[in-house]
Structures are given as structure tokens and as C-alpha cells.
């Protein structure tokens, strides 16, 4: 394994990987429906660019990017870089093996480096088994990946797996970063076709193009399904003139209008929200966003202000309506209070969405029909219905195969395929079954239609948008069909 030599600036790119994003056998469509920002890769890709070194990045699930691999190498080496970053989840970890594999074959002496949540939870296995990697990062990666690129003895890089001879020598984790406003704005203009190729979910904007920012690390909770390997457990956090700053730079330099906020805990420290509401009331920026809240972390006040903000629809994640569901998976969170919040974020003239996830363990026939049955009394705007896959860095890991059926494909563990089947259920086919049953059940109710159509003028360029990419969108339709 070639060294990197000390000091030198270097040339580096970092892939995002595109892995197995859909159903087996069928076309992959997710980058239409939901084309994302590689938030956390364009982070390092900003600290490494603070650093001097040039840094390009390469998003496999981009606009015009080839599925092909060979392709795909072809076009991250024609950078001639030194050193080629993934950042990798759980299901997409195995192209970017495959890739690094290629690009040794190709080009021996380039230096490969992969991190994310998979190896955050694995870590020195994985550099056992996959030899074309010559290093992994777990944990955060901005400043293990900087100390990597600029030379330093591996020995004294915290965060940083990697090979003496035929050992794998796990360092000691790098501590976690607790002034995040010390780093600087992710690096949106090295991304090929940002923003107006990288879509939000439809129907979730009024206003073109989007954007997605992330404004905290970490969560004090600890939910059975949910792995912290990357930023662990704890709460670290922007300051609300950081976001604010981050918000216009998105405003002036791209033209963003919207914008996804994809914290699990936004509210929870209400003093800053309060603040960046006051900002952006007093100096608009001519922005909406979602955010997200969990359950006891929003009063009718703060609704008000995010209202007055600029923000158009609030997710709250529910998971599901079984009590001994809920208790054992998502402690804290009461069904009278998810209905209670519900409630008082439509009040507020918000938009409230419900985020549930199907097939958890201890998941039966009756719990996803109390489930559904409680969705449906909510009344809510929208609706995600994820497929629960097990994680190896939650707490459910362990002992996951003592709760049911699981087939340990990376490749499917992506959260839009049952690769574990609980107990109560008899098989992967009635699971399809029950999930499409009811997810089709939701946007089939007669109230939310009604809502639905009053508001189709607002969202006419998402209309415009399905209507261009039909025969895709019309294909992804029919796997939510019921079975006949």
C-alpha cells in the first residue's frame, strides 16, 4: 500500500456510490422521484477544498451519470486523482467495492479510502475481507479524511482503520465535533446539474428548484431500529446565524426556493429555533422548508413562528399505532400525543406528515391494521411508509435473527425491500402484500383526495414534473398495486 507523502496537495475524488435503490428485477427510478444532495460527502468535499486540495465529486446517482461500472471508473479516473473517498450505505457499500476493486486493476497506485454509516459500523472487518480499499474512516469524516490527504502517519490519525503489513489496526475514534458552525457550507457547486436536477420529493414544494441542508448531528434517543455508528448518541447543532447564513448562500448562489431539513431532532433546542424564525420573518429570504419534530418538542408558539418562517409542512415519526409496538421500539411517543401534535400542526396552518415503518419486529397482521386504521383517523397531508431493514449498528441487530426471518443481502437492505420477515408474519409475499394493501389505502381516501385536489394548482410544477416522466412514475405505481 503506497503512502500518502506528508503535506502534499493532492488531487481527490469522492464518490457516492450508486447501489441497488429499487426492487429486484425492476428499473431503478429513485433518482427520478428523488434525486438527494450527498449532504455529508459535499461536507468533506468543502473541508478538503479549505485544505487547498482539488477535489471533485462524482454522485453515480446524478443526472447523465451511467449505471454501467466500467463506466463509472472510466470516468473517476480520467481526474487522475491520488486518492478516490466512497462514502457508502449499507446497501450501496458493495458497488463501491466493486469500483475500488476496478480502479486498482487499472490504476494500482491511486489510494482508496471508504467511510459512512456501514463502515461506521463494521469497521475492521470490513478492510479484512474487501482488500482493494487501503483505507476506511469511521465516524465523521471531514477531519480524519483531511489528516489522510495531507500525509500524516496513519498511526496518529483518530477515526482511521488501516493495514500494517497483514494487520488491520483500528485507531481510536476521533472526537466528535462539537462546533459544527467551524465547518464551512457543503460544497454544493461541485456537483454536475445542482439544484435544478436534484429532486425533493413531489408534491412535498410549492416553490422550484430544491435543496437539503442538515443542521444537526447525533440524537439523545435511541430508537431499537436506528443506527448512530456515524455521529453517535448526543445532540450537536448549528447555530441559528450559521443556518440562516447557509440558507441564503443556497438563496443567492443557486436560486433555491425550498428546502428539505433532515434533522431528526429540529425543535428540540427551541432557543435556536426561535431565533432563525426571527431572522427569517424579519429578513426573508423568499424560501420555504420542511422540517422534522419528534413528539413533546413543539408548542402552539413554535408552530407559529415556523409558519411565519416559511415552512410548509412539519414530519413527525410515528412508526406505528400497536402501544406494545411503540413502547418497545419508540419509547416516549404516545398515540394521544401523536394526535394531540397532528392536530395542532394543521391549526397552525401547517402541513403534517406521518412517518411509519412496517414490519418492525413483534409486527403482526392486527398491529398493521390498527396502524393503518390510525393513519387513516389522523387526517394527514402526507404519508412515508418505510420497509424496516435491519441496520448493523442498532440495537436490534444483535438479536435480530432470534426475531424472525432474515436474509442478509446488502444490496436489498435499503429500506424499499422486506429482507426480514417478523414471527407474526408468514411470509415475505404477505408482507408485499399488507404494505401495499395500505399504503394504496391512504392515497386512496376519499378526504385526503379532496385536500389532495384543492391544493394541485400550488403544486403544478410537480404536476408538470410527473407528467413528463409518466411511464416511469406509472411503473413504480403498479408495485404498490394489492396482488389480485
Known sequence: MRNIPAKQKNSIVLVHPRGFNWFPGKRDITDIANRMV???????????????HDVFVYDCLGPQATFDLAGQVKVILNYRPQIVGFSATTSSFPDAADLALKIKEQSPDTITVCGGVHVSALEGKLLEDYPAFDYLIAGEGEITMAQLCAGEEPAGIKGLIWRRKEEVITNEPHPKIHDLDFLPFPAYEKLRGFPHEYH???????????????TSRGCMFQCSYCDRSVFKKGFRYNSAAYIYEHMKHLRTRFGVRHINIYDDLFTANRPRIVELCDKLTRHPLGINFNCAVRVGYTDDDLLKMLKDAGCLMVSLGIESADPQMLARHKSGVSLDDVRDTVQRIQAAGLRAKGLFMMGLPGETKQSIKRTSDFIISLGLDDMNMTKFTPFPGAPLWAKIREEGTFNEDWRLMNCLNFVFIPKGIESQERLDHLYNEHVKRFYSDSTWRMKFRKRLWQHRKSLIYLLRHLPSFWSAKNQFEPDK
Open 38 to 52: 450527498p449532504q455529508g460527502l459535499l461536507s468533506i468535499a468543502a473541508y478538503l477544498l479549505e485544505q487547498g
Open 200 to 214: 425533493l420529493p413531489l408534491f412535498s414544494y410549492i416553490k422550484a428548484p430544491g435543496a437539503t441542508m442538515i
